[in-house]
């Protein structure tokens, strides 16, 4: 098993920043990807960023957010963060962390946490 606790969600005015931390506890077999999903109220989940895990992991953005959010690591701490700069109301959602064995953040195996609110006001 897995445990993710997420925290850093809240709310921001539009062009505003906000840091999304995600630490990870438990196994850490299987877990080669860690990153984010969202998903706003009457929508599907939608990924949002990921990276590996190994020294020199690959970074991974959806469209809509690159050149925003920037997302790092903390082998140490077993901790994933999600930067998220100049947000838009658009970004507004409920963001998942998830740790699992594709970059997708989608394959079976993915582990996932509550998850975090994100608003955005404009």
């Known amino acids: 098993q897995v445990q993710l606790v997420e925290s850093g969600g809240g709310l921001v005015q539009s062009g505003g920043p906000l840091r999304l931390s995600c630490a990870a506890s438990g196994r850490t077999f299987g877990r080669n990807y860690m990153g984010w999903l969202r998903q706003a109220p009457g929508k599907g989940r939608e990924f949002v960023a990921a990276i590996g895990w190994s020294l020199g992991g690959s970074r991974n953005y959806a469209d809509s957010v690159k050149g925003r959010f920037t997302i790092s690591r903390d082998n140490a701490k077993n901790t994933v963060y999600l930067q998220m700069n100049s947000l838009k109301p658009e970004d507004t959602a409920k963001y998942y962390c998830?740790?699992?064995?594709?970059?997708?953040?989608?394959?079976?195996?993915?582990?996932w946490g509550q998850g975090t609110q994100v608003t955005v006001s404009s």
């Open positions: 998830a740790a699992g064995p594709a970059p997708s953040l989608l394959a079976t195996g993915t582990y």
